[in-house]
């Protein structure tokens, strides 16, 4: 919405977007709380985090609330992954969907590092603090080629630049 007063100010408003969400402990209960690219939640448990649940944002875990309400600020370490997030939403939606969960997981350190949760495998994918198209593409042919090769992966780690995976164990049973 846009509003021009003549020879004065023209006021912009500009509608918040989700990016993702997060699941969090409200008043005994865990509802959604959903956080645009700049890190602020504007949604608890209401119609604003229902609408990024069903966008086809991932879930953001790992992340810690206090007391989790409109307004809160996400960690500004997590500002990268935002960014990630947001560019993924404009520019690969289809891509972005295929998550369902992200995990922040942080380093002895310092920083962070990503836990991802591909929705149609039964792996978790462990990958620097960088979320961009080219990991994501380069984890989905992976996962084609495992699948194709009947190897079943726990865990596919893209940390080093190689990608490495640790097998499944039998079970005996």
């Given amino acids: 919405m846009s509003k021009r007063f003549p020879d004065r100010l023209e006021i912009l408003v500009v509608e918040r977007s989700a990016v993702a969400f997060a699941l969090a402990e409200v008043d005994g209960r865990t509802v959604p709380i959903a956080f645009d690219r700049e890190g602020v939640v504007f949604g608890v448990g209401g119609n604003e985090s229902s609408v990024a649940l069903a966008a086809g944002g991932p879930v953001i875990s790992g992340i810690f609330f206090d007391h989790p309400g409109l307004g809160t600020r996400l960690p500004s370490s997590l500002a990268g992954l935002l ?32 836990i991802v949760y591909p929705a149609r ?38 940390r080093t630049g190689t990608a490495s995976y640790h097998a499944k164990e039998a079970s005996s049973g």
């Fill in 83 to 114: 960014a990630d997030l947001d560019k993924l939403k404009k520019e690969s939606p289809a891509l972005l969907e295929t998550l369902s969960e992200v995990r922040v997981q942080k380093r002895a350190y310092g920083g962070y590092e990503l």
């Fill in 121 to 158: 495998a039964g792996v978790r994918v462990r990958i620097g603090s960088e979320l961009n198209e080219e990991v994501l593409r380069y984890m989905m042919l992976l996962l084609d080629v495992l699948a194709s090769e009947g190897i079943a992966a726990d865990e596919i780690d893209f």
